[in-house]
């Protein structure tokens, strides 16, 4: 099992056919500052297993990008030292968006898991609608793509921080949106689906007003078929991840919310 994949599932997860709304309705003023920051656990749970591998940091700053005001997010995963004896993980995402709209500028990635490395660098052209990607994954050295380009297109730590923008007033339970996730030289069209408001007991947090959604994910190695990830969302405006929940063949990958900071 590739870690860098498993990661990845917790926010994303690909659907291979299905239509929606167009891209997700958002709010012009975003919920969040410069200065935020978001941690997270991250655990394996199967039948009475149910421990803590990683721990992922989300932070947000702000700054100029080629003359203009922009968002700077860092995405950083690591494995809980006891796990870094048997498989050492560490993921290192950067993403560079603009603060009118949240549209993608530039993406850095570099993982290491055990033996295998991993790095991604995207300039986002969208004059052109293509993405200028320099990557090299599986060890194949370094290579240029041009990725196509279209509105619905986003990074991981992007897409986490447009979903932050929606306008619930103009969304219902059952309503679907399709986006775009891109990753090393490929991207992958998404069906989210908006499932409703519900309480939700977080890990050591209590009970919180949250926003449920979901997304099919596809039969492979991980994942058996007809499935469904499922992301919660805090319900106060500020739409923080409350808990993520990725199914895999032998029991799921939860990550829970441990702190936040606005």
Request: hydrophobic share 45%.
């Amino acid at each position: 099992m590739r870690w860098k994949l498993l990661i990845l599932s917790l926010f994303v997860s690909v659907a291979l056919n299905g239509q929606g709304k167009g891209c997700i309705p958002t709010v012009p003023d975003p919920p969040f500052k410069a200065g935020e920051r978001i941690d997270l656990g991250l655990f394996y749970k199967w039948g009475a297993v149910n421990t803590e591998v990683a721990q992922a940091a989300i932070t947000l700053d702000s700054l100029q990008f080629n003359g203009q005001d922009a968002w700077h997010l860092n995405f950083n995963v690591k494995s809980a030292p006891f796990f870094d004896v048997f498989f050492k993980m560490r993921e290192d995402f950067h993403s560079w968006m603009t603060m009118d709209g949240i549209r993608p500028l530039r993406f850095t990635r570099n993982t290491l898991e055990g033996k295998y490395t991993a790095t991604n660098d995207y300039n986002y052209d969208w004059e052109e609608m293509v993405i200028h990607a320099d990557v090299n994954f599986y060890n194949r050295g370094m290579e240029h793509y041009e990725i196509p380009l279209h509105p619905c297109v986003y990074d991981l730590p992007a897409m986490i921080f447009y979903l932050r923008t929606m306008d619930l007033s103009k969304m219902k339970p059952g309503d679907q949106y399709p986006l775009s996730f891109a990753i090393d030289e490929a991207v992958f069209d998404i069906i989210l689906t908006f499932q409703g408001a519900e309480p939700l007991k977080v890990r050591k947090l209590g009970v919180r007003n949250s926003l449920l959604f979901s997304c099919s994910v596809v039969s492979g190695a991980m994942f058996e078929g007809n499935q469904e990830l499922k992301f919660w969302l805090s319900d106060d405006g500020t739409y923080v991840p409350l808990a993520i929940m990725a199914p895999l063949r032998v029991g799921s990958v939860w990550a829970w919310l441990k702190d936040y900071q606005p």
